[in-house]
């Protein structure tokens, strides 16, 4: 049992308690002596949110009512089984998505009503601008994905869905606007279909496309984990952004931390850094203004912290973390301390932090962003 001591201070719990949480949060449990001061909670776990339970899939949200931090990004976790369909919709906000397993198809048009449909998997994203109309069918196996909104108060459940625009408009308006008889009306949803089971279709062939349509030329996919990694003996990075992927306005790291290991200390200047764990367990302390707070992570967590709050990540577990860093910016931007230390004037820094010559020495110029678990 995790017991709050640390270093004769505190006592043992006496009253009722919930071991499994205590475990997910040894440094919660036992927080350094370095916090101090009053920090807003940074941390949600999607296992505490509301299932949207769907004939073939499910849903669950983190919105800034669930976390109130998350305020420049919101996300939806859905489950699509095998021919499951996500209904055709649209959004107020921009769409960012990450493949957790399996694989789903995409279909729908860009701005100048060219059309795209392709099928995705594991480890892929996908960026729908605004107002992009689009579904979603999950392939063989079935497919999870995670769905990033540039707006924390979005939600999936608020989209613009086709059947119900439909359900709700006057059925001779839906007559003259397509040019059918009202017989052909007649099974329309009288409400709208947000997850629902269809037959697995096969993919679209240039014939079958109605005649004058063209794809689009705007590349909304992105392999992200065939990008070649930033490697260190600690881990590996791969970061995507409009630098590479030109259409999306949400910048992203995929991060893989070894056993030991340390996501440098560092902070982002433009954007929140909203964070998803997929595996490993994580120790993290963020700094605000004159207060510190250490949080722990394991899969299925979600983590804000506020742009330009310094803050690093330990792999505390056995096993690599692998996360998801993504940022309401079209780039992605990061000041490492060590770094920034490593090209400031030495007597500056000696003068700062009380150092000598061997902490100077040590500085890295370059950029690591993930340090090994070695010590000196």
């Known amino acids: 049992m995790v017991e709050p001591i640390r270093d004769g201070k505190g006592s043992n719990i006496v009253g009722p308690r919930n071991p499994d949480r205590e475990r997910q949060n040894p440094d919660m449990m036992r927080p350094p002596q370095t916090d101090w001061g009053t920090v807003l909670n940074m941390k949600w776990s999607f296992a505490d949110s509301h299932m949207r339970l769907e004939e073939g899939g499910w849903a669950r949200e983190v919105t800034i009512r669930e976390l109130p931090m998350s305020r420049e990004l919101a996300s939806t976790n ?44 594991h480890g892929d994203l996908w960026f729908f601008p605004r107002g992009v109309p689009h579904s979603l069918q999950g392939l063989e196996g079935g497919c999870e ?22 359900a709700h408009t006057p059925r001779d308006v839906l007559r ?57 003996p600690g881990g590996e990075v791969r970061v995507t952004d409009s630098s590479i992927w030109p259409i999306t306005t949400i910048a992203a790291a995929h991060v893989l ?38 949080f722990n992570f394991v899969p299925g967590d979600v983590m804000i912290v506020p742009s330009n709050c310094p803050h690093y990540i330990e792999n505390i577990g056995d096993e690599p973390i692998e996360m998801i860093e993504v940022f309401r910016s079209p780039k992605f931007e990061e000041f490492s301390a060590n770094q920034y230390l490593a090209v400031t004037p ?19 110029k370059g950029h690591t962003p993930i340090r090994d678990a070695s010590m000196p």
């Not at 040019?179 to 629902?196: A, D, G, N």
């Not at 996501?263 to 909203?274: G, I, K, Q, T, V």
């Not at 500056?348 to 009380?354: E, I, P, Q």
């Open 145 to 166: 994905f995670l769905l990033i909104f540039d707006d924390g108060e979005a939600s999936e459940y608020k989209a613009f869905q086709l059947t119900d625009w439909f």
């Open 78 to 121: 859905m489950r699509l089984e095998e021919g499951a369909v996500r209904d055709l919709h649209w959004h107020n906000d921009s769409e960012w998505a990450y493949i957790l397993e399996g694989r789903v198809r995409i279909t729908g048009i860009d701005y100048g009503g060219h059309y795209f449909e392709e099928d995705v998997e």
């Open 257 to 294: 931390i070894n056993p030991g290991a340390l996501r440098e200390m560092h902070w982002h200047p433009y954007a929140d850094e909203w964070s998803y764990f997929i595996r490993g367990k994580a120790k993290v302390t963020i700094f605000t203004v004159q207060a510190t707070r250490t």
């Open 176 to 232: 003259k606007n397509f040019k059918v008889s009202e017989e052909t009306l007649q099974h329309l949803p009288p409400r709208e279909k947000f997850i629902f089971r269809s037959i697995l279709s096969k993919k679209s062939t240039a014939e079958e496309t109605q005649p004058g349509s063209t794809p689009t030329a705007r590349r909304m996919t992105h392999k992200m984990l065939a990008q070649t990694p930033i490697k260190t």
């Open 346 to 364: 030495a007597d500056l820094v000696k003068g700062s932090l009380n150092v000598g010559d061997d902490f100077i020495k040590a500085l890295d």
